[in-house]
């Protein structure tokens, strides 16, 4: 029930494409769901994240799209450039303490 | 403003024996969360510091243990190192009340031979 699973595994997109990167998760005490950016040899850096009281929510070419009913939150990024090329994990917080929970990442490749 | 900062970045030790790696939290965030991040995984909690005080433990043994000092900087010490310990350890800063807001500085590879 503290699982996040992510999918896929790996993505390889065209340059300007839309990547979309899914997420489930079990846990209805989950209040809070980041997407971090990870590129190889450094931390994850925060991207964007959602609230589970609003559907979606938009930051430039990201956009996180959220679905309580169905327990699944997605990741798109429009346009998508050969610099968006790293791994992307998303994670899920409970509404005690400050432990975040990661999906196993998605290794996104965009292609010139 | 200062973000989160790790040392040393790269570490080399053998099986059996104790590491302490060491974090200083973003400028004005007194919460630190420690991670460890397998090869081609997602991090995993080990422990979530507030206050000088553990606030929060994941699924680690006792060997791995923390320290928080009055500055907000924190220590993650690990004894008695086994060849699985072979990770990247990410430390991450937070404000309390900040709804989940966790910013992470670049790690430190330990490998364990």
């Known amino acids: 029930q503290q699982q996040v699973k992510q999918s896929p595994q790996s993505l390889i997109v065209q340059k300007g494409g839309i990547s979309i990167i899914n997420c489930a998760y079990e846990n209805t005490a989950f209040d809070y769901f980041p997407w971090y950016q990870q590129f190889p040899g450094k931390g994850p850096a925060l991207l964007i994240a959602?609230?589970?009281?609003?559907s979606e929510k938009k930051e430039g070419r990201f956009t996180i799209s959220f679905n309580k009913s169905a327990k699944q939150f997605s990741l798109h990024i429009m346009d998508s450039q050969p610099g968006d090329s790293a791994t992307y994990f998303c994670?899920?917080?409970?509404?005690?303490?400050?432990?975040?929970?990661f999906g196993q990442g998605t290794e996104l490749s965009v292609k010139p | 403003e200062t973000g989160v900062t790790q040392s040393p970045t790269h570490l080399i030790k053998t099986r059996g024996q104790q590491v302490t790696l060491r974090c200083s939290s973003q400028?004005?965030?007194?919460?630190v969360s420690w991670y460890q991040q397998a090869l081609g995984q997602g991090p995993q909690f080990i422990f979530q510091y507030y206050r000088e005080e553990e606030n929060g433990r994941g699924n680690f043994p006792p060997r791995f243990s923390g320290l928080q000092f009055p500055n907000y900087s924190s220590e993650l010490n690990v004894n008695a190192l086994e060849l699985d310990d072979s990770a990247l350890y990410l430390c991450a800063s937070s404000l309390p009340g900040s709804g989940g807001e966790q910013y992470f500085g670049p790690g430190t590879r330990l490998t364990v031979t």
């Open positions: 994670a899920a917080k409970g509404n005690q303490g400050g432990k975040l929970i």
């Open positions: 400028s004005g965030h007194n919460t």
């Open positions: 959602i609230r589970p009281d609003v």
